[in-house]
């Protein structure tokens, strides 16, 4: 299962910005920048599957709102605190988009 | 075991493999479609400059004036401050694709923004030479002086602010070439090498359509992700934008899949902080939740961070 959703980050927007420019341009076209977007998806899910080590556990004080549509949770959180190890980030506010990490490695799998 | 903040030490190595990864996988996809490959690493090169333009990558200390240099692929020998809106040619560069006819020389053009906050930024903008002719773009500018654009670019980062800028003046300029192309095409063809203006036409009504929601859309007609269609930078396309998609596709709203970051793009106008992964585990009982996530990207107050795992807690 590769996801799009990850599309939705800095890297995701830059790159499409940077496709944009070059379809702009005529440099192009929108299938091979489609592909391009394709095999993001792919890398960036590999890449996150694989390489990323890192731990973090946060504490919200309020859930402001959730979703869950399309195996896809939304949550908005107040008064987050993100910490790993001992660095800590505090904010006001953040939104979670969460597609189901079940379906990854297992595809066609029936466990929900 | 884990340094402090791997999350956020860990990204610009993330970054650049995937950066890697994708560039080194689609050079087939573009070697198929029989575009030279310097386009794929202007892609790169692009992709990398914006990103670094984006201040989100963590301890990237000389990122900021990298990307001020290399926002722009256009070779500018080097750029010289003109007086404002008034720009001049510099190197011009031909060969640069662009919405206008394939054949018109691009030069790059020096457009300084009258200081805010007292410093000055100077944009590079890249205009079909045909433009330097007669008053067009001296017109052009004095118009976006006082209108909304600059308004609107003034306080943004410069790379998004030269690529509103960029689109500003590609959309006027090929809103308008019927005018200076047709009343007096002996002129043009003396500036370019060997112009044929009226290439310009076919493009035209594609390219004004397009101008409404160029930046947004990015990834081509109808493409089923219309994954974050909207990016942080087209302030004053919005407005045109909606009503775009309110008249092309009824009141259809895209609330319901895992398409509808509608209001991604408010949070990001927002500045706001988001997390992107997948859920293990969603947990609930009474009011009390429980999460456990994985494989994530964030941007929390304005920087990224990846993480593995992350689990926490919260009510409602």
Redesign the interface.
């Known amino acids: 299962m590769t996801y799009q959703l990850y599309r939705n980050t800095t890297l995701g927007h830059t790159l499409q910005e940077s496709l944009d420019e070059l379809l702009r341009y005529d440099q192009i076209t929108p299938q091979l920048a489609c592909k391009v977007l394709l095999q993001f998806d792919k890398s960036i899910n590999a890449t996150l599957a694989t390489k990323v080590k890192s731990r973090l556990t946060f504490k919200a004080g309020k859930l402001n709102t959730y979703r869950f549509c399309d195996n896809v949770w939304t949550f908005m959180l107040n008064d987050v605190e993100f910490r790993e190890v001992q660095e800590i980030t505090k904010i006001d506010k953040v939104k979670i988009v969460a597609c189901d990490g079940k379906n990854v490695g297992e595809e066609g799998s029936s466990k929900k | 075991m884990?340094?402090?903040?791997?999350?956020?030490t860990?990204v610009p190595?993330?970054?650049q493999?995937?950066?890697e990864?994708?560039i080194t996988?689609?050079k087939e996809?573009?070697l198929e479609?029989g575009?030279d490959e310097h386009?794929l690493q202007?892609?790169k090169q692009?992709?990398q400059s914006?990103?670094a333009a984006?201040n989100?990558?963590p301890n990237e200390p000389d990122k900021q004036s990298r990307a001020a240099n290399s926002s722009e692929q256009v070779a500018s020998s080097e750029p010289q401050q003109m007086e404002p809106t008034q720009s001049v040619a510099i190197a011009s560069t031909s060969g640069?694709?662009?919405?206008f006819a394939?054949d018109t020389k691009m030069v790059l053009v020096d457009i300084t923004l009258p200081s805010q906050n007292g410093d000055q930024r100077v944009l590079k903008i890249k205009i079909p030479s045909t433009a330097l002719q007669g008053n067009q773009l001296h017109n052009l500018l004095a118009g976006a002086l006082n209108g909304p654009v600059f308004q609107a670019i003034i306080s943004l980062p410069h790379t998004l602010a030269t690529?509103i800028m960029q689109?500003y003046i590609?959309g006027a300029l090929l809103s308008q070439p019927t005018a200076t192309s047709t009343k007096n095409p002996a002129q043009t063809d003396g500036a370019m090498s060997d112009s044929e203006i009226k290439t310009v036409f076919p493009n035209q009504k594609g390219q004004n359509k397009?101008i409404a929601n160029?930046?947004n859309?990015?990834?081509?007609?109808g493409?089923s992700?219309s994954?974050?269609s909207t990016?942080?930078?087209d302030v004053d396309v919005q407005d045109e934008e909606m009503e775009n998609k309110g008249s092309d596709e009824g009141s259809d709203e895209e609330s319901?899949?895992?398409d509808?970051?509608d209001?991604?793009f408010e949070?990001?106008f927002d500045t706001?902080?988001?997390?992107?992964?997948?859920?293990?585990k969603?947990y609930r009982h009474r009011n009390k939740?429980r999460?456990q996530?994985?494989?994530?990207?964030?941007?929390?107050?304005g920087v990224?961070?990846?993480?593995?795992?992350?689990?926490?807690?919260?009510?409602?």
């Open positions: 884990a340094e402090p903040s791997q999350c956020k860990m190595i993330i970054y493999q995937i950066i990864d994708v996988k689609v996809e573009f479609e575009i386009v202007e892609l692009i992709w914006k990103l984006t989100c990558v640069t694709a662009s919405g394939p690529s689109q590609n397009k160029k930046l859309q990015v990834d081509g007609h493409d992700s994954d974050d990016e942080g930078s319901l899949n895992s509808d970051d209001e991604d949070d990001h706001d902080n988001i997390v992107v992964c997948q859920f293990e969603v939740w999460f996530f994985k494989d994530g990207i964030m941007n929390l107050n990224d961070g990846v993480f593995h795992k992350a689990s926490g807690h919260t009510e409602w």
